[in-house]
Every structure is written in C-alpha cells, then in structure tokens.
Nanobody, 118 residues
C-alpha cells in the first residue's frame, strides 16, 4: 500500500500562484510515476501533469507554460508549481502514484481544493 498526503491548495486571485505538494509513503517502488489530476464540478477527472522517477514530464495542453511539475526522489514527494492561474483552473486536485510490477498499481490522494477567483 502507498499513502499520499497532499497540501498547498487554497483560494487565489486570477493571475496568482500556488504550489501543491504530495508526499508518498509506504510500499514505495523505485521506478514509478507521480502526477496531478484535477476534477471540476460536473466534469470528469483530467490529467494535469505527470513526472516519472527518471524525471520525464508530461503536461496537459491547457497548463503548458504555466504549471511546472517536479519531484524529490529522496523525499518521495512531487510538487506542482502553478503560475498565472485562471478561474478555469478551479478544481479539486488529486495526487497520483503509479508503478508497474507484474501488474499496474494506482494510488490516489484525498484531493485538495484549488479555487481561482476572477
């Protein structure tokens, strides 16, 4: 089992910045992918950004150039720096931890609310 603890959500004005953190603990597998997804009211959960244990990143087109994902492997922690926030970024942001060992293992955090006011 892997436990994920998120922090850093909150309320910010249009154009502002926030930084999310997610710390993983438990049965950590050295080769893994961590990332952030978000879900707005009435919408499906969508990818925001992911980063592998060898630092390969992937971003949704809607956040490219504004959000930066990074990680500290020694702390099993992933970060999401969000700049130039827009009201449409308002959502619950979920941390994700994935690894493959004979089959895929997928874990989710409890979610943290990000609200961008116009």
């Amino acid at each position: 089992q892997v436990q994920l603890v998120e922090s850093g959500g909150g309320l910010v004005q249009d154009g502002g910045s926030l930084r999310l953190s997610c710390a993983a603990s438990g049965s950590i597998f050295s080769i893994n992918r961590m990332g952030w997804y978000r879900q707005a009211p009435g919408k499906q959960r969508e990818l925001v950004a992911t980063i592998t244990s060898d630092y390969t990143t992937n971003y949704a087109d809607s956040v490219k150039g504004r959000f930066t994902i990074s990680r500290d492997n020694a702390k099993n922690t992933v970060y999401l720096q969000m700049n130039s926030l827009k009201p449409e970024d308002t959502a619950v942001y979920y941390c994700n931890y994935y690894y493959y060992y004979t089959r895929g293992y997928n874990y989710w955090g409890q979610g943290t609310q990000v609200t961008v006011s116009s």
